[in-house]
């Protein structure tokens, strides 16, 4: 190496020093990777900032405590309006559905509406004059709502005007964003502004239909105010500080249990291919390439929509299904590299049988490149992760935070207050960030000549 | 090479017809949308199988693959849209060039910023110089491109109104001159590109790097150098054309991801552009139109990574094809 070699961040064999630390016995393996990770300066920043955003995963009770928001208390809940009906069941009738010749273009669309699945109160909304843009009505849509008998719906900016015969007419739209599931709909949850369809309707908490905004931003909290929101309130009412709490925790979580899976089913099938090759090296390579040749955002957006209800199972079922590719490649290569040395050879010729020979003799010897790569790719699954949620397509964000899908929440409200979006992304990256450096520490420190 | 890389290209039409049957029968998955609503429509039975009858989802999903591949094949006929009834084909034609304008502008730039940025960073090795692009590589692999979409929209529409939030045209844009109009499709391309911009800039600076490290090393570059030539010369006439090679295969993986990103992208600036169509269409089940878009971009990632067989087979005359 011909360039100035001052800086400490060498290769083993360049440096005298190293190598005495290398050949010196009162060091394991791992002691020794350990010494010079901690030399690692960006490793060790990722270290600390990954310790601190477990800890904040933790703590997610004691932010509970302090704030006096439970993660699924609204502030909104407390301020219930008397419009406000606890439980909204909503079903389609709709005059020209089904009928191919009249395209779905501007039709009056009718809610029939069951509040606490009280027959006797049912009655009716009318959303007149919309431009629907998709089959399942699902998008922003101008539209004036009009409630019947006890029903009262109500959407922000919108007046209302109460008749002598009991019914109540909202008469401005504005903008409103509402979604219904065209086959499978069973249920909307009215927020303010926002309807937002939710599978499990009974145990969100704060099922009302409400005027207000809960947004209150961090310079509008009193000190010592009794409610501590320190990083204000979302749009919901919930507390952001606890809500990022938690949903470090479901981020994490899910990121850590995708990278396993993914890790067994690669090392599995990677040492397959790399270890019998032929007919069996040639099936698994082509499955291999056919996953990712597959655009896989659009996958993810199909397999979460057919998982449904976005439940943490099935982000990390597809995430994982998806993910083993570049674990597998590794192996491979490692394997096929392993797989003609000497040492392999003297474990066939004292008769071990090939799973010995694999994951006794072949992996541990393939492990520095797999567990480099392993690291990355932590960071990977957290970025893909958020990105589902922020698309709307993970965990549901109602019941379970998680950073991404507060991100989507919080865009709703961007322009006014862009706090919650902010705080959301910034831990995503730090966690990301901090994976990475740690990654690269482990690469300096287990095999400083890897192109991981 | 020509035997190799027909044998490529026979697998690639093989993954290609998987690809479409896997996205086919995952869109499928769902079921069918109208078993619920003829329960709760018993009076609208006609109707409904009337609509069943015209999307298709009478079929099972393997006669309703077949049913789409062949009137493809045979005719030419991508189907119609679900909701609105217009031809699946017209649709994605109208959509493309906003969404190629916007990708290839970052693969472009990419391109042009991160290689030389990968070069310089690995020629000042273990410099100050190499340390800045390393932590701000692993900055841009680590930013989540949606949460950096949302803060450049912040900071240059909202707060300081310099660059349109959204693709907005100017009203007047039909009536001016050739130069105004890339102009002003500039003014909203910057935002957009910017966005995927830095991921592309920070991975590909880091494989360039590595890359670069790794031939420079190499016995024939110090041979160059003893025989006295000039450093510019080591590096750009001789070390780089090798160091380029590893690059040919990033960029079959930054292709698709690509793809994924414009997804984000267009939903971030609110672009009507393929990201768009397929995020809605595959929302909708719009099965006809999500199928066209899913085909399109699956083309598209093939076509890269066979372009990337045959660059790398162009450019690396050591590999051997058995």
Known sequence: MATKNKKKKVTVIDNPN?????????????????????????????????????????????????????????????????????????????????????????????????????????????????????PDYRGFYDFNMKAYGNTNVLLTNDQVVEKPDGSAEIVKGGYSEFFIERARNKRIVVYNQVVTYSPTFESVDSRTIEVQNGYKGPREVDIGEAPMNVFGTDGLGHDVLVRLSYGARMTLMIAFVVVILETLMGIFLGALAGFYGGFIDALIMRILELMMTVPTLPIYMVLSRFMGGGSAIGIIIILAAFGWTGVARMTRGMFLSLRNQEFTEAARAIGASPMRIMFKHLLPNSLAPIIVGITFSIGGVILTESTLSFLGLGVNKILTPTWGGMLDEANKYILDQPWPAVFSGFLIFLTVLAVNFIGDGLRDALDPRLKV | MGNYLFRRFVIFIFLFILVTVLCYFLLRLPGDPYKELELQQPNMKDEIARMREWSGFNDNWFVGYTKWAKKIIFDGDWGKSLYDKQPVWGKIITKIPVTLKIQVSVLILGLLLGIPLGIFSARRHYSVADYAITVFSYIGISVPNFWFGLLLMLLFSVNLGWLPAGWSLRPDYDSLSWIMKILDQARNLVLPVFMGLLGTIASLSRYMRSSMLEVIRQDYVRTARSKGLSETKVIYKHALRNGLIPIVTVMTLVIPSLISGSVVVERIFNINGMGQLLFNSVQSSDIPLAMGTLVMFAFLTLISLILGDVVYALVDPRITYS
Do not use: C
Not at chain 1, 68 to 76: D, E, I, M, T
Not at chain 1, 84 to 100: E, L, M, Q, R, Y
Not at chain 1, 124 to 132: D, R
């Open chain 1, 18 to 134: 190293e190598q005495e630390v290398l050949s010196s016995s009162e060091y394991s393996y791992i002691g020794m990777v350990w010494s010079r990770f901690k030399r690692h300066k960006l490793a060790t920043i990722g270290l600390v900032l990954l310790v601190f955003m477990a800890l904040f995963a933790i703590l997610a009770p004691v932010f509970e405590l302090i704030t006096g928001y439970p993660v699924g208390h609204s502030s909104l809940a407390v301020k219930m309006s008397p419009f406000s009906t606890p439980g909204v069941v909503a079903k389609i009738t709709h005059p020209d559905f089904g009928n191919p010749e009249k395209p779905m273009g501007k039709v009056d669309f009718w809610f029939e509406i069951t509040p606490d699945n009280n027959p006797e109160k049912t009655g009716f909304a009318s959303v007149k004059e919309s431009t629907f843009k998709n």
